[in-house]
Each structure stands twice: as structure tokens, then as C-alpha cells.
């Protein structure tokens, strides 16, 4: 008999090893907090179709540097170090009436810029999506490649795994098109043809954005009449009337009017040229509003896929954790050990020589052996009451941000009626 205690104790021992073990390794895992996290955070793919000229980099350099910090909305946009400095430049040569406009995106270059929206909320930074923006020559949409073969390729397939477009109309060819000039309708006609034929039947959210609105309106008391003149004219467009109704089924599409710098800082020389006012300042215009509009449409059609992924894997995730294997089987066995194996426990503690109190020594093994049960089920509470947390806090921080997109769009409604195509 006392062998046979000898050698249960021995197994015991070594099987509650690998038990701790085995908790040790799940303790290691990625915290189910972070796991919320992960999945309920989306990652966002926004592309901006625009023609040669259409002012890409402009607009999306004045945008970051509105938006940089939380001094004009509840949210704010962050990218990696060396983006910062890439749009930064940019801005600089936007924004400075004595240089030139930044110098047109190369035929073959693309680059993707990775703005995190943050919230700040009682001294807290919150992440509340990331937001992946493709930067590209505009040639790649209009013009035969050769070299560039390539990066037209990857600009469709870009497009075709996005998740919204914002599609880029050049105020100044469609100011030209308003003076009956022959180069704003042949730039237009070419453009929404590219359109139409990579988005008319992609189902992501797609929204129009009229660049250099400063060439177009003289005053804010004219914007939204001018903007049912252009809106018209647009309509007017077979293509463009094809796509609108290709979209406007499914949810609003919206006419946004930009600019990057604001009226009186541009205008169009004798020339035909757009060039900068020496004795002028950049004053951006409306530049956020393309993300206001095109961002909450994204959530409300990811938000359902969203939660039900974060919850399927969580669920997975707590199922494998919380499962038992031949390592926990002794730790199992002595907390639901069977009234005759109790029973036959005690009396052979009992007969062994010199132990006494074999009831107590019982207990006292049930404790020690079920202890890494007990360690896992009280870390795993502590994880799920931690992911809890985290996916409200996660919830409260898309909600603010949310309604201040939708102030804005509210905005954009009233000063612009003419905008919800």
C-alpha cells in the first residue's frame, strides 16, 4: 500500500508540473484584451480617384495637416515618422505663395500613407480605426502604359479591394468646362470614363469631391448656388448621371467642394495657368469633409462583420483555454474526485504508518493538485473582464467620433444642399 501511495504521489507530482506548465504556456499567449482590440479596430482601405492635376497630393497634405492634432474636431489623424515628413513637405511647397505646387506623383510610383483616427478623451489617447490612403500618378488612370504597366495593375487591384473611392473632379477643368472651353470637357470625358469602367459596379461606398473649389466660388454666400450649377452641369454627363445612379441605390452620394488653400491664394493667370497670390495665406476649405462623409459609411457597413468576427475568435480563444487536456487531468480528477475513490484514499492514508489525519491530507492533496485550474480559471476571468473593458472603451471612443462625423456631414447638408446627389 505504501508503494502504491508512493507511486501516486510520484505521478501527481509530475503531472501537476506539465499542469503549470501548460498555464504557463496559455499566460503567455496574446491577452484576450488585445485580441478585442485587434478585431474590433478595422483597417480601412480609402483610395482617391483623380486625373493628372487633380490635386491628390495637395488636398491630402492640407487634410493631414488640419487634422494632425485635435484642435478642430474630437478626432485626430497620426501616420509613422517619415509619412509626417513626406506630407509636411508637401504642404510647405502648397503653402507657400513665393514657390511652385508640389511636383506631380511619377508614372510608377505609388505610395500608401497610414493615418491612425485617434480620440482624446479625458487625457487619453484612444486608436479608433486605421486608415490606409493610396497616393499614385494620375496618368495611371487615363494614359497608355508601358513602363508603368505594372503600377496600373496594382492601382486596379488597389481599387478593386478598397473599401471606399473618393473620386477627385478638377475645379479648375470643370471651370474651364463652365467657359466652354473645349480642354475642361475633353479632361472630364476621359476621366469618367476611367471611373466608370473600374467602380460602376463595385458595391463600397463612393462619394465625388470637387478639388480647388476656390476657382469655382467667388464668396461663401455663393457656394451652394455655384455648386448647384456645377452639380447640373456634372449631371449632364452621361457617365457621370450612369454612376450616380449606380450608388445612390445603395446608400447617399455625396458632391464635396475642397480646397486645399482657400480663397484668394490661387488664380488662373492669363495663360490659363492656376498660379499662387505672393501677397496671399493658405486658409484650407472643407478639407475634412471627405473623411467625415466616406469613414462612418465604412463602419456602418463593417460594424456587424466586425463584432461578429472579434466574438467567433474570442470564443475560440476561450474555448481552447479553458479546455483540458491529459496534463490537467490529475488537477481535474482531484477536484471532482468520486465518493468510493475518496473513501479508498483515506482509509490507505490512514493505514499508513505514522500519518495521521488522513481526511485533512486528502484535502490537502485535492488543494494542491487542483491549483492550476484554479490559477487559469482566475486569469482567464481577469482576461475577459480586461477585454470587456477594453471593447466598451473601444465602442465609447468609435461613438464620438462617429457623431462628429456626422456634425460635420450636418454641415456639409445645410451650408451645401446641393451636395446629396
Known amino acids: 500500500m505504501v508503494i502504491l501511495i508512493l507511486l501516486a504521489v510520484i505521478v501527481v507530482v509530475v503531472w501537476r508540473r506539465l499542469a503549470v506548465q501548460r498555464t504557463k504556456d496559455l499566460a503567455s499567449r496574446t491577452e484576450l484584451s488585445e485580441i478585442a482590440r485587434q478585431e474590433l479596430l478595422p483597417t480601412v482601405k480609402v483610395v482617391a480617384l483623380g486625373a493628372s492635376g487633380a490635386g491628390k497630393t495637395a488636398l491630402l497634405a492640407s487634410m493631414f495637416h488640419r487634422l494632425q492634432a485635435p484642435a478642430y474636431t474630437d478626432y485626430y489623424l497620426k501616420v509613422p515618422h517619415d509619412q509626417m515628413t513626406v506630407l509636411n513637405s508637401a504642404y510647405r511647397r502648397v503653402s507657400d505663395p513665393a514657390g511652385s505646387w508640389p511636383d506631380s506623383t511619377k508614372t510608377g510610383e505609388t505610395r500608401e500613407f497610414t493615418f491612425t483616427c485617434m480620440t482624446h478623451v479625458n487625457g487619453e489617447h484612444h486608436e479608433v480605426a486605421q486608415i490606409n490612403y493610396l497616393e499614385y500618378a494620375g496618368e495611371l488612370l487615363t494614359e497608355e502604359q508601358e513602363g508603368g504597366a505594372s ?134 476649405a472643407y478639407v475634412e469633409l471627405p473623411l467625415s462623409v466616406v469613414i462612418p459609411d465604412v463602419f456602418y457597413q463593417l460594424s456587424h462583420s466586425l463584432e461578429r468576427t472579434a466574438k467567433e475568435k474570442m470564443f475560440a480563444e476561450v474555448e481552447d483555454r479553458i479546455k483540458l487536456d491529459s496534463r490537467d487531468f490529475l488537477a481535474h480528477m482531484g477536484r471532482r474526485l468520486s465518493q468510493p475513490t475518496a473513501r479508498a484514499l483515506r482509509t490507505a492514508f490512514s493505514v499508513v504508518p505514522g500519518v495521521t489525519g488522513g481526511d485533512q491530507l486528502l484535502d490537502l492533496w485535492v488543494q494542491w493538485s487542483s491549483r492550476p485550474l484554479d490559477e487559469r480559471r482566475d486569469n482567464l476571468l481577469d482576461q475577459l473582464s480586461a477585454a470587456n473593458k477594453e471593447a466598451a472603451l473601444i465602442y465609447g471612443s468609435r461613438q464620438r467620433v462617429l457623431d462628429e462625423f456626422q456634425r460635420q456631414v450636418s454641415m456639409l447638408e445645410t451650408k451645401f444642399p446641393a451636395s446629396r446627389l
Request: charged letters at 25%.
Open 151 to 284: 503600377a496600373q495593375r496594382a492601382l486596379v487591384e488597389y481599387v478593386d479591394s478598397a473599401a471606399a473611392v473618393l473620386i477627385l473632379l478638377d475645379g479648375f477643368r470643370i471651370k474651364q468646362l463652365l467657359e466652354n472651353s473645349s480642354d475642361g470637357a475633353l479632361h472630364l470625358e476621359s476621366a469618367l470614363t476611367a471611373y466608370v469602367n473600374l467602380i460602376i459596379a463595385k458595391t463600397y461606398p463612393v462619394h465625388f469631391v470637387i478639388t480647388k473649389w476656390d476657382l469655382l466660388s467667388e464668396s461663401e454666400e455663393h457656394d451652394d448656388r455655384r455648386l448647384r450649377v456645377v452639380r447640373d452641369l456634372l449631371l449632364s454627363y452621361p457617365a457621370f448621371a450612369a454612376l450616380v445612379r449606380a450608388k445612390s441605390g445603395q446608400r447617399v452620394v455625396r458632391l464635396i467642394p475642397v480646397s486645399a488653400v482657400g480663397r484668394g491664394f490661387a488664380r488662373v493667370d492669363e495663360n490659363g495657368h492656376v498660379v499662387k497670390n505672393l501677397d496671399s495665406r493658405v486658409r484650407p
